[in-house]
C-alpha cells in the first residue's frame, strides 16, 4: 500500500480518537446535567462498523494489490475534507451537546442553528460522506460499498429513528429541571 493512502487512513484514524475523546467528555458534560441516553444497544454495531472501514481501508488495498491512483486519492481526500468540515460545523454549533451516543436533557430546544438551519441530522451526511470516500480514494471498493450499506441501514433503520424518538420525547418534556443547561439535540 502507498504511503499517502495509508497516511488518509491514519489521519481519519487519529480524528476518530479525538472525536471519541471529545464525545467521552461532553457526555459526561450532559448527564450531568440530565441527559439520558437512549439507544444503547445500537452503539457497539456502530463502533464495530467504523473499526472494520479503517481495517478494512488497509487491508483491501494490501490484498488485492491495489495500485495507488492520484486522481482517485485527490477526489476521495476533497470528498473527506468536505465531510470533515460539516462534521465540524456542526460539533461547533451543538458545543458540548454532540457526543457519539443518543444522550438529551429533557425539556431543552432542538438546536436550529448552523448546519441544522440546512439539514435536520448534518453530522449523519458527514458520517455516510466519509463512509464512502474513505475507502474510494485508498482503493478499497469492496469495502465502501459493503460499509455503505451497512451504514445506510444502521443510521435509516436505528440510528436516526433512535434519536427522532428521543429528541421528541426530550422537548415534549418541558422546561428543564436544571435551568440554563444547553443540551438537547446531538
Given amino acids: 500500500m502507498s504511503p499517502l493512502p495509508l497516511a488518509l487512513v491514519a489521519a481519519v484514524a487519529a480524528a476518530r480518537l479525538a472525536e471519541l475523546a471529545l464525545a467521552r467528555r461532553n457526555a459526561a458534560w450532559v448527564r450531568a446535567r440530565g441527559g439520558v441516553e437512549h439507544g444503547r444497544g445500537h452503539y457497539p454495531f456502530m463502533v464495530a462498523l467504523h473499526a472494520a472501514l479503517l481495517a478494512g481501508c488497509v487491508i483491501e488495498p494490501i490484498l488485492t494489490d491495489t495500485p495507488f491512483a492520484p486522481r482517485r486519492f485527490v477526489a476521495g481526500t476533497m470528498a473527506l475534507l468536505a465531510a470533515h468540515a460539516l462534521r465540524w460545523w456542526t460539533i461547533a454549533t451543538l458545543g458540548r451537546r454532540w457526543t457519539t451516543r443518543v444522550i438529551v436533557i429533557p425539556g431543552l430546544p432542538l438546536v436550529t442553528g448552523g448546519p441544522f438551519r440546512l439539514l435536520r441530522h ?65
Fill in 122 to 186: 448534518p453530522n449523519y451526511l458527514a458520517v455516510a460522506i466519509e463512509v464512502a470516500a474513505l475507502p474510494l480514494a485508498v482503493g478499497a471498493w469492496r469495502t465502501a460499498v459493503a460499509a455503505t450499506v451497512l451504514d445506510a441501514v444502521l443510521l435509516l433503520g436505528v440510528r436516526i429513528p433512535c434519536e427522532e424518538r428521543a429528541l421528541a420525547a426530550a422537548t415534549a418534556a418541558g422546561p428543564p429541571a436544571r435551568g440554563g443547561a444547553p443540551a438537547g439535540r446531538r
